[in-house]
């Protein structure tokens, strides 16, 4: 997380929850990070799940940051997909 964001992040909660949520892959490897702020304060996190590690059975840092935010995901998917994240995989989808 950029330096000093996790004070905006904070701030910015004070209006209800805000997660930053980052998830870098190449070819199905990767890492994800994730933090939820509530309150001004911190409520989860932040979380990190190394390259090559398997997620813990509580689930990857972003479904477990999406899930505090109150996301459902439905059989068959994950809170990733269940809000639309899986559209923008990669930046120059969304950056424009």
Same mark, same amino acid.
């Given at each position: 997380m950029p330096g000093g964001f996790d004070r905006v992040l904070a $701030?910015?909660? @004070? $209006? $209800?929850p805000v997660a930053y949520v980052e998830a870098e892959y190449f070819g199905g490897v990767g890492e994800q990070r994730a933090a939820v702020w509530e309150g001004g304060a911190l409520v989860l996190g932040p *979380?990190?799940?190394e390259e090559g590690r398997p997620f813990p059975p509580a689930g990857s840092p972003v479904s477990r &940051? *999406?899930?505090? *935010? $109150?996301? &459902? @995901?439905? @059989?068959g998917?994950?809170?990733?997909? &269940?809000v639309g994240l899986h559209r923008h995989r990669t930046s120059g989808g969304w950056v424009a």
């Amino acid at each position: 997380m950029p330096g000093g964001f996790d004070r905006v992040l904070a $701030g910015w909660s @004070a $209006g $209800g929850p805000v997660a930053y949520v980052e998830a870098e892959y190449f070819g199905g490897v990767g890492e994800q990070r994730a933090a939820v702020w509530e309150g001004g304060a911190l409520v989860l996190g932040p *979380l990190h799940a190394e390259e090559g590690r398997p997620f813990p059975p509580a689930g990857s840092p972003v479904s477990r &940051a *999406l899930r505090r *935010l $109150g996301v &459902a @995901a439905r @059989a068959g998917e994950d809170e990733f997909s &269940a809000v639309g994240l899986h559209r923008h995989r990669t930046s120059g989808g969304w950056v424009a």
